[in-house]
């Protein structure tokens, strides 16, 4: 079972920036690769981020040197940095793991096999 808990959601002004925060309640390495999605009402759930065991990262075109992906193993969390956020970021955010070591690390959803309850960000104009 991998638990997944994220927070620092929040809401901000456009260019402002937020930092998530996902806690596994396992060491980083038994969960695969891990990423993370996020979900605007009325559209599908979409790929941002993804970081492989060798700590090799993707990012979605759309965040692309405006967010980075990290992880802390000594503390089994991983992050997205969000910088420069625009309105269009606005969504509820979710740190995903997939349970399996992939290379690359997958970008569909269907892929990840455990989900956090997720943490709202909103972006104001």
């Known amino acids: 079972q991998v638990l997944l808990v994220e927070s620092g959601g929040g809401s901000v002004q456009a260019g402002g920036s937020l930092r998530l925060s996902c806690a596994s309640a396992?060491?980083?390495?038994?969960?695969?690769?891990m990423g993370w999605f996020r979900q605007a009402p009325g559209k599908e759930r979409e790929r941002i981020t993804t970081i492989e065991q060798n700590g090799s990262t993707s990012y979605a075109d759309s965040v692309k040197d405006r967010f980075t992906i990290s992880k802390d193993n000594a503390k089994n969390t991983l992050y997205l940095q969000m910088n420069s956020l625009k309105p269009e970021d606005t969504a509820m955010y979710y740190c995903?793991?997939?349970?399996?070591?992939?290379?690359?690390?997958?970008?569909?959803?269907?892929?990840?096999?455990?989900w956090g309850q997720g943490t709202q960000v909103t972006v104001s104009s």
């Open positions: 995903a793991a997939s349970g399996l070591w992939y290379r690359p690390c997958p970008t569909m959803a269907r892929n990840y096999n455990y």
């Open positions: 396992r060491v980083l390495g038994l969960n695969g690769c």
